[in-house]
Structure formats: structure tokens, C-alpha cells
T-cell receptor, first 112, second 118 residues
Framework: KAGVTQTPRYLIKTRGQQVTLSCSPI?????VSWYQQTPGQGLQFLFE???????NKGNFPGRFSGRQFSNSRSEMNVSTLELGDSALYLC???????????FGQGTRLTVV | AQTVTQSQPEMSVQEAETVTLSCTYD???????LFWYKQPPSRQMILVIR??????QNATENRFSVNFQKAAKSFSLKISDSQLGDAAMYFC???????????????FGKGTHLIIQP
């Protein structure tokens, strides 16, 4: 069974641009969550999608958004990139909302 | 809001020895999940072990076991017979049972960098 797949693995963007990251969950998993990992703030919850609906959102500005498609694949978008958005973005999938999360390898975003 | 604290930024252990990583958490809920995740240099988070708060029995997965003290809000990870492949960052994480990583997501500690000396 394939694991969680995140694309792209690495990304370099310029300040002010926008970026879209993709996550394909484990087959059959319906919940997808996104996390931001930085050396200073550690791992922080961005948002969770279940059945194509955003269920909850962490303490991030509106520049961070996402969506989930009918096949459970999810995308995360960051607009008007700032230098501080440079981070490893991790996606996790769960069978349902109350089951353990399995993570992808992450997308390393660098904003210059 | 829940918080998770890992007080050991770095630990070092000789290969084949046993090491214990500490984790404390704060919550007002009575039922929840606790996890230990491993993040090797590849950066992929790997689930090591999971504990449901309503279960008194400590979870065990091969060489990995936990010491769950609910009253003390403590959740330590013991790694027996340490191997070179165990070297990684280890994160303790908390989740409510209503979401299992959903409502507020997983709340992570800052991590412990485990070094295995050959």
C-alpha cells in the first residue's frame, strides 16, 4: 500500500509569490492534516480536511489556505509569500478523524 | 490549550543500551491519545507508538515501550537495545479523542535529538 505522497519535495519561491503544495493520502484515508515545521517554532498544526471540508484551522494567517478533493487528495496554498514561510510542510493522513496519523516526506519550501 | 513538553533537547546512548526519553503534557481532558514519532534525517515522521489515555496498560512495540503516568501527566519512551538506526529526532505528541489529530491537530513537543554511539 502506497504511503502519503507529497509533491514537490523541494521548492524555491520569491517573496510575494504564491505556492501550491500537494498531498495524496494513503488509499482509503479520508482525513488530511497539514503541519508547518521550522527550527524556531517546531511543528505547528495548519488545518485539517475531512470529506472535502475544512474541519479546523491552526493559528495561521489567511494567506494559508487549502482544499480537499473528492478523492481525498489535498492541496495547500500560501499566497504573498514571506521569508518566514520558509519551512518544511508536512501532510498527514488518517483513516478517520479519530485515528492515528501517517506522514508524508514533506515539502521543503524556501522563500528568497 | 494543550501543551507538550520535552525537557531533553538531546540524549546520547551507547549502542545496545537502554535510553528513556521524557515527555510531560498538560490537558484538562480525561480522554486523549499520546504518540511518539521518530523523524530521521530523511525528515519523514514515523509513528513509533501510541497510547490511549483510558488504557492503564502501557503500550509496547518490540524494543519500544512507554511509561504512561496519567495522574502525573507523564509519557516517557523507553528504547531497549538501542541500534544505530534509532538515531533521530523523537517527538511526543498529544491528540484529543474527538479528532485523533483533527480538531486541534496533533500538539507536538519540541523534540529530543537521540544520538547512538557505536
Amino acid at each position: 500500500k502506497a504511503g502519503v505522497t507529497q509533491t514537490p519535495r523541494y521548492l524555491i519561491k520569491t517573496r510575494g509569490q504564491q505556492v501550491t503544495l500537494s498531498c495524496s493520502p494513503i488509499s482509503g484515508h479520508r482525513s488530511v492534516s497539514w503541519y508547518q515545521q521550522t527550527p524556531g517554532q517546531g511543528l505547528q498544526f495548519l488545518f485539517e480536511y475531512f470529506s472535502e471540508t475544512q474541519r479546523n484551522k491552526g493559528n495561521f494567517p489567511g494567506r494559508f489556505s487549502g482544499r480537499q478533493f473528492s478523492n481525498s487528495r489535498s492541496e495547500m496554498n500560501v499566497s504573498t509569500l514571506e521569508l518566514g514561510d520558509s519551512a518544511l510542510y508536512l501532510c498527514a493522513s488518517s483513516l478517520y478523524r479519530n485515528t492515528e496519523a501517517f506522514f508524508g516526506q514533506g515539502t521543503r519550501l524556501t522563500v528568497v | 490549550a494543550q501543551t507538550v513538553t520535552q525537557s531533553q533537547p538531546e540524549m546520547s546512548v551507547q549502542e545496545a543500551e537502554t535510553v528513556t526519553l521524557s515527555c510531560t503534557y498538560d490537558t484538562s481532558e480525561s480522554d486523549y491519545y499520546l504518540f511518539w514519532y521518530k523523524q530521521p534525517p530523511s525528515r519523514q515522521m514515523i509513528l513509533v507508538i501510541r497510547q490511549e489515555a483510558y488504557k492503564q496498560q502501557n503500550a509496547t512495540e518490540n524494543r519500544f515501550s512507554v511509561n504512561f503516568q496519567k495522574a502525573a501527566k507523564s509519557f516517557s519512551l523507553k528504547i531497549s537495545d538501542s541500534q544505530l538506526g534509532d538515531a533521530a529526532m523523537y517527538f511526543c505528541a498529544y491528540s484529543t479523542t474527538n479528532s485523533g489529530g483533527g480538531a486541534d491537530g496533533l500538539t507536538f513537543g519540541k523534540g529530543t535529538h537521540l544520538i547512538i554511539q557505536p
